[in-house]
């Protein structure tokens, strides 16, 4: 099984054999983030962490469109939601609003959550069963609207 490293420095090739500058672009960005953390450690990096710094990219991305978007620079908006598009592919499949309620109600189910009190616990859980298949902010705001 590859690493998303090592998927990464074969999809660099592939984009640089087909010209394809934009990928190229946001495939070494990523490639660079993971860099940056290997070296500062001794192991190399394990998956939980490749796909921790990758979901770091991509929110960096979605805070830009967000932003983009407010700004109403079109130009950046389009780049961006392409850039989005290249991250997510080396991220599980990120899970619908539904699918994110039903894992958090296991989780709450599984500590035996009842009350807003239970919060920490259900979101300590759910934060690191649930990592890179759905943003921080969403498993949040679902655990308190159950917890709620």
Do not use: H
Request: charged content about 30%; proline content about 2%.
């Amino acid at each position: 099984l590859m690493t998303l490293t090592e998927r990464i420095n074969q999809d660099i090739k592939t984009a640089m054999k087909a010209k394809d500058k934009d990928s190229l672009k946001v495939l070494r960005m990523l490639k660079a983030a993971l860099q940056k953390e290997a070296l500062e450690q001794t192991e190399p990096l394990s998956q939980d962490q490749e796909i921790t710094i990758i979901s770091r990219e991509l929110k960096q991305r979605r805070d830009s469109l967000a932003e983009f978007e407010k700004a109403g620079r079109e130009d950046l908006v389009s780049a961006t939601q392409d850039e989005i598009v290249i991250v997510q592919k080396y991220l599980p499949e990120q899970l619908s609003p539904e699918a994110l309620e039903a894992k958090v109600r296991e989780i709450m189910a599984q500590v035996g959550a009842t009350s807003k009190a239970d919060f920490g616990k259900v979101m300590g859980l759910a934060a690191s069963s649930l990592k890179g298949q759905a943003e921080g902010k969403a498993i949040n705001e679902t655990v308190k609207r159950l917890l709620g």
